[in-house]
């Protein structure tokens, strides 16, 4: 019928959709981040994961940079290796260092570990040849980060404030 596929393709198809095309495409990278591209974070990150204990809600990536080439062929490679050092991370942190939450003055899992010690740990980090880790607990979050090896040591827990200040005062979480 009327219009003909040709003209529909050649003059309304732009028409219409040339001035969204942009938007459509950065909605599918905020797909693979979790979230928008405007937070800032440090370029030394290559994956997070923030967990509100009070909501419970999590938000997690292994593609923290939207300028990182996915057309890279070892890419899906890559990101099942961020994957799974921050979920190795996650489980050392969460078995090691910090106490497990109770419920109904029930333990849930107790690990031998900490038993000893009259404090609790509220930080930890691990380095590797190939990455660095760093968890921050807090009242309200868990914050885990996975960087690059390239990122002081040193400097991971300021990263690790700012990135906690970002998405929950500035992005709230």
């Not at 693979?32 to 923030?50: C, D, K, M, N, Y």
Request: with cysteine; aromatic share 10%; hydrophobic share 40%.
């Amino acid at each position: 019928p009327s219009p003909s596929l040709q003209k529909v393709e050649s003059e309304l198809v732009e028409r219409f959709w040339k001035p969204v095309l942009d938007p459509v495409k950065s909605c599918l990278r905020v797909q693979l981040r979790s979230f928008p591209a405007s937070v800032p974070l440090h370029h030394g990150i290559l994956g997070i994961l923030l967990v509100n204990r009070d909501l419970n809600k999590s938000l997690y990536t292994v593609q923290v940079h939207p300028t990182e080439d996915m057309q890279r062929s070892d890419m899906k490679c890559i990101l099942e290796q961020r994957r799974a050092a921050l979920r190795s991370f996650y489980t050392l942190a969460m078995s090691r260092y910090f106490r497990p939450d109770h419920q109904d003055g029930k333990i849930l899992y107790e690990e031998s570990f900490p038993m000893g010690f009259s404090h609790q740990a509220h930080q930890c980090y691990t380095v590797s040849s190939s990455h660095k880790c760093y968890a921050m607990k807090t009242d309200l979050h868990l914050l885990f980060l996975l960087f690059k090896t390239d990122v002081p040591t040193f400097s991971m827990r300021a990263i690790a404030n700012k990135t906690m200040q970002v998405f929950t005062k500035d992005f709230t979480f």
